[in-house]
């Protein structure tokens, strides 16, 4: 065969050239997306940033208006028009390890200040309340800028799962106060599993070249279409006068009336204190929880050991192994180990409005309740079912807004570990469209119980009962589709 001409190779060098051209412009690297460009369209006028922070800051909504007045008394000024699609970043710079807080400095430098707001030092609420308050204020006095701004406006959270589940839950008291639209939520994964964003396409660990990719992250935000996601409201109903150290996101609530129709086992205590919360991927309760809760403490008092994704999942296999999940310690009561003997579980299958106690496996240490396809970093445990075993079991096939959340059991870390791998199956128990777990203590005095990433002690007790009731939120997030 003829060795190619010089003209050929230079064709050849050309289009690999090309080519490679090609891919450097489209990766992650952001570089056909001009930084001032970007800021323009991201960006909200100077005086709603600065309205915005008076009002977050005083905790009052009317302490920005001396900007809205100052607009409206320059009559030489033409309107000021709003941005094309203003974002609002809220970052934990706890996460992401060293990251953290050179990403906050990047978005800053990216779109102003004003509206980057750590959740160290502005809660999301607040935010709510105050920040879009002052928005919705100045649109009812006529100001057609603040009100496309507010219609406009997009969320980015950088965070891991239980940051961005707890922003959406106070984005969805807009909703509940008749405030609509709800902003649209877009993710930067900066935790360790970070499902939810693995969900919705903005990918599962935070990019090596992020200065650059977080501009294309941010552009994303403002264009990418918006899928529905279900949220599930959980309460815990528990003997009062028992101390509980909650997560940011359970708060205590009054106190509810039990569902008459539903059978229970243990007695109802005289007085109850009563915790709610809502949560976006999964709850579980078990040997699971346990590590979870073993891992965060940890975090919180030794902040060096976890300086990102990497070392935190061998910390989190380090306590996995120390506290039983893979080799079980040697216990009085070998029955112990199973949650069948603390819990009892009722269910409301898809449309129906009847209760249903569901046996729990005698060898299931930890129970959990998906609503995600995404679990531990990526993994399906619920598994893609053939249609035969589905109709068999009476499954349907499961989805991130079908008002159904999918319930397994892991017996233990070794079969936790197979799932994972897709080596072998969970003990699928049901799917539900409410449940109730009831819990008595026994030999138990307490049990671990997490909801998105956020991990907590719960006391029991023999004596009385305690109850966790799940079920589906009305309103559905709106999140920002990446993929």
Request: glycine share 10%; net charge positive; charged share 25%.
């Amino acid at each position: 065969m003829d060795s190619p001409g010089p003209e050929k190779m230079v064709n050849r060098v050309a289009v690999r050239s090309s080519v490679i051209d090609s891919i450097k412009r489209c990766s992650l690297s952001g570089i056909r997306i001009p930084k001032e460009e970007l800021r323009q369209k991201i960006t909200m006028p100077e005086y709603l940033r600065l309205a915005i922070r008076d009002s977050i800051a005083s905790k009052d909504i009317d302490s920005g208006k001396r900007y809205f007045d100052a607009t409206t008394t320059a009559g030489d000024k033409p309107p000021l028009a709003a941005a094309e699609c203003p974002l609002v970043v809220f970052i934990n710079s706890k996460s992401g390890g060293r990251h953290g807080p050179a990403l906050k400095a990047r978005l800053q430098d990216l779109m102003g200040e004003e509206q980057v707001f750590d959740l160290n030092t502005v809660k999301p609420h607040v935010f709510v309340e105050y920040g879009l308050g002052c928005l919705e204020k100045f649109a009812g006095l006529g100001d057609n800028c603040a009100k496309e701004t507010r219609e406009r406006l997009r969320i980015v959270v950088a965070g891991g799962d239980g940051t961005v589940g707890w922003v959406l839950g106070c984005l969805g008291e807009l909703h509940n106060q008749g405030r609509d639209p709800v902003p649209p939520t877009a993710i930067i994964p900066l935790g360790t599993g970070n499902d939810l964003s693995r969900s919705f396409g903005w990918g599962g660990t935070f990019p090596f070249s992020w200065r650059a990719a977080i501009k294309k992250t941010l552009d994303k935000a403002t264009n990418a279409p918006t899928s529905r996601l279900d949220s599930w409201k959980l309460l815990i109903s528990m003997p009062a006068g028992i101390d509980l150290d909650t997560p940011h996101s359970l708060k205590e609530t009054e106190e509810v009336v039990f569902d008459q129709g539903l059978e229970i086992e243990g007695k109802l205590p005289e007085k109850i204190s009563c915790y709610q919360g809502v949560f976006y991927n999964y709850f579980s309760i078990g040997m699971d929880a346990q590590v979870a809760y073993g891992f965060h403490h940890l975090r919180n008092e030794k902040p060096y050991l976890a300086q990102g994704p990497i070392s935190n999942k061998i910390i989190y296999s380090g306590y996995s192994c120390k506290q039983g999940w893979f080799f079980t310690p040697c216990m009085a009561d070998p029955g112990l180990r199973g949650l069948k003997n603390i819990l009892r579980l009722h269910v409301k299958r898809l449309n129906s409005s009847e209760w249903e106690v569901v046996p729990i496996p005698s060898n299931v240490r930890s129970i959990v309740a998906l609503n995600l396809h995404s679990y531990a970093s990526g993994r399906n445990p619920w598994g893609k079912l053939k249609p035969e075993y589905m109709e068999k079991k009476g499954f349907v096939e499961a989805n991130a807004d079908d008002g159904l959340l999918e319930i397994f059991g892991f017996k233990h870390g070794w079969h936790a570990s197979f799932v994972m791998v897709e080596l072998i199956s969970a003990k699928h128990i049901a799917q539900a469209a409410a449940i109730r777990f009831e819990l008595r203590g026994g030999a138990w005095k307490r049990g671990f119980m997490q909801m998105d990433g956020e991990p907590w002690k719960q006391p029991l007790q023999n004596e009385y009962s305690t109850f966790v009731d799940i079920e589906r939120v009305p309103f559905r997030s709106m999140m920002i589709n990446g993929a």
